[in-house]
């Protein structure tokens, strides 16, 4: 049996005439032949229509085109004559999608705000056995993508879960897996099980052009509590000798190593380059310190802001110093002036809505 359903050709689309209360807008049909012998017998046909009529009361209005209107017109409303629909098709021709007694249900992939089940699961794994080097190409990644995301609503993860999640992470043929951020800022387990992972890979990869797992774990380093911090202490240290890319991310956590912070944060000031990522890199690891470094710190960066830095300079080491408990200094140094008093009320909002997360000041200020 073979079942076919069409739409036909628009009808003219006429503008209606008052005089015309009924307009014929859509057609469609289905047809189903049982086939037996080489031969096809018709044994359904149906077409529905859809019409517009005249409201009743009968109401004139504007005909909307857009932002343009077309006069005025008898309102309508579409109704459907003869509705087809794949169910309603089944049961004319005496079928049902009921399932049988004893059948297992079809597994469906959760929706939106789900966390992951084993379909999803099981098709991201088919992805990461494919026998290639080469980087997967965005249709490939899709199931990965996908688990990914879903994964950022997991409630609990469980070692088999932590498992799949650093197979994906340390798999080079996917560049950018997307969300993995998240999921490793925002659950504690999965910090402390993949952070070594992460620092091994910025070892031996460094850190290049892709969004990387590992290039995303390190950006979350100074919003992640110190205790996830301080026992690798040593290896983030000597990890800012691989470069600028690598100090650009990781000395704005360098304050939060437990270790004093000054010899690789300092100085603060404008001697160099204005354009040096690792300059303000420091003033946002300033920022980020532990309070207790804030007697070592305040101090240069009130220097800094003596060499008349660039206006997006000044405002971050504003941040900082407001964030390390120095706020009379800052309310002294932006007493004058409609946009001081802007940023000053910014800097306070963030230092003491409750709705923003300690360190927020530190990642808004003077980075925008």
């Known amino acids: 049996m073979t079942i076919q359903f069409d739409t036909l050709s628009l009808l003219p689309d006429d503008e209606p005439s008052p005089l015309r209360l009924v307009v014929p ?119 990965i993508h996908d688990w990914l995301e879903h994964a950022t609503n997991m409630k609990e993860w469980t070692p088999p879960s932590i498992d799949f999640l650093r197979r994906i992470a340390r798999d080079r043929r996917i560049r950018s897996p997307m969300s993995f951020d998240r999921i490793f800022e925002r659950n504690p387990v999965v910090t402390a099980a993949l952070m070594p992972d992460m620092l091994q890979m910025i070892a031996t990869d460094g850190i290049g052009p892709d969004y990387t797992a590992a290039r995303q774990a390190a950006y979350t380093f100074p919003r992640l509590a110190p205790a996830f911090l301080e026992p690798y202490a040593d290896q983030i240290v000597a990890l800012l000798d691989r470069g600028p890319a690598v100090q650009e991310i990781l000395l704005p956590a360098v304050g939060r190593l437990g270790v004093d912070p000054t010899p690789y944060l300092l100085p603060f000031g404008a001697d160099l380059d204005p354009r040096a990522i690792d300059r303000l890199a420091r003033i946002k690891g300033a920022c980020y310190a532990d309070k207790r470094w804030a007697p070592k710190l305040v101090g240069p960066l009130r220097e800094a802001l003596s060499s008349n830095p660039k206006r997006e300079r000044r405002k971050a080491i504003l941040a900082a110093i407001a964030n390390l408990g120095d706020r009379d200094f800052v309310v002294r140094e932006l007493s004058h002036g409609n946009d001081e008093a802007w940023l000053l009320s910014k800097i306070n909002q963030y230092l003491t809505d409750k709705r923003y997360q300690p360190n927020s000041v530190c990642a808004t200020i003077g980075w925008d």
């Open 25 to 143: 807008r859509t057609t469609k049909t289905v047809t189903a032949h049982w086939r037996e012998g080489g031969e096809a017998t018709e044994i359904l046909h149906q077409t529905e229509v859809g019409v517009d009529v005249a409201s009743v009361p009968a109401i004139w209005g504007p005909i909307m085109d857009g932002m343009h209107s077309e006069g005025l017109d008898i309102m309508r409303r579409r109704i459907v004559i003869d509705q087809i629909s794949f169910n309603g098709t089944l049961a004319r021709l005496g079928l049902s999608l009921e399932r049988p007694a004893g059948v297992a249900a079809v597994e469906t992939k959760p929706t939106s705000g789900q966390g992951v089940n084993d379909l999803m699961t099981r098709e991201a794994l088919a992805v990461l056995n494919l026998p290639r080097t080469e980087t997967f190409d965005p249709q490939q990644a899709k199931p």
